[in-house]
């Protein structure tokens, strides 16, 4: 009997099945987050508006590397800029997987007419490794928030993300999906939690864009709001 020779190339209709799958598996990944917000509890009203990110991360040396991210995020359906923040951290890499992250952020939050300031000390754990071809992330925050205008706080933040390894259309595209959750120690609860997903795009070494969807569900004092996100990320490292 004829051994299979490994090195004949899938026939041409197996190739378009596979293909067919993934896109199917994304559009139900899509239709999925895009009817969140008509599922959720109680119809909250929903508003919209657009957070635009930029990070960028430089190696010092083998170990050490510094980290910068910076935000500008609208709502009311995007007319109003609410939020913005900008910071640097240093960062220290245990092994390939994990690294641990400690800086300072400065935001400002704008519901009036005045920005008001916030100061914001870090210290977070990140987790980054591929399984089962997956790239699984997960970062564990801790933040000492000062305000001048508010109640300090002490918030934990939770996010983890799920890059596929399917490569999409000719930019190769990736889908992905991810969730943080955010927990206030001073109120002792949860005061938002974040869900979406999207495309990432690698058009260069040591650049990531990303473009996708984001279901904001927040306290809006002891009340729950919803807000839909157009989110963009800009990714260099360096």
Request: glycine share 8%.
């Amino acid at each position: 009997m004829l051994e299979p020779n490994p090195t004949l190339r899938p026939r041409p209709f197996v190739r378009q099945l596979d293909i067919i799958g993934m896109r199917r598996l994304l559009a139900e990944v899509v239709v999925s987050l895009a009817l969140l917000p008509v599922a959720a509890p109680l119809m909250a009203e929903q508003d919209a508006g657009a957070s635009y990110n930029l990070l960028l991360k430089a190696s010092l040396s083998d170990d050490w590397f510094l980290i910068s991210r910076s935000n500008l995020a609208s709502r009311n359906n995007f007319e109003d800029n609410f939020l913005a923040f900008t910071g640097l951290g240093i960062g220290y890499q245990l092994n390939p997987s994990f690294s641990l992250r400690l800086g300072y952020r400065r935001a400002w939050f704008r519901f009036t007419d005045d920005w008001q300031p916030e100061n914001r000390g870090y210290l977070e754990g990140y987790f980054a490794e591929r399984l089962g071809g997956f790239r699984v992330t997960n970062r564990a925050r801790v933040e000492v928030r000062r305000f001048d205008w508010r109640s300090d706080d002490v918030r934990l933040r939770n996010e983890i993300t799920l890059e596929a390894p399917w490569e999409l259309t000719p930019l190769r595209l990736t889908p992905y999906l991810e969730e943080e959750l955010f927990y206030s120690t001073r109120n002792e609860w949860i005061e938002a939690n974040w869900l979406g997903g999207g495309l990432a795009w690698r058009p260069a070494k040591g650049v990531k864009l990303k473009l996708g969807y984001r279901w904001n569900r927040f306290r809006s004092g002891d009340d729950w709001s919803n807000r839909n996100i157009l989110v963009t990320g800009i990714n260099v490292f360096f």
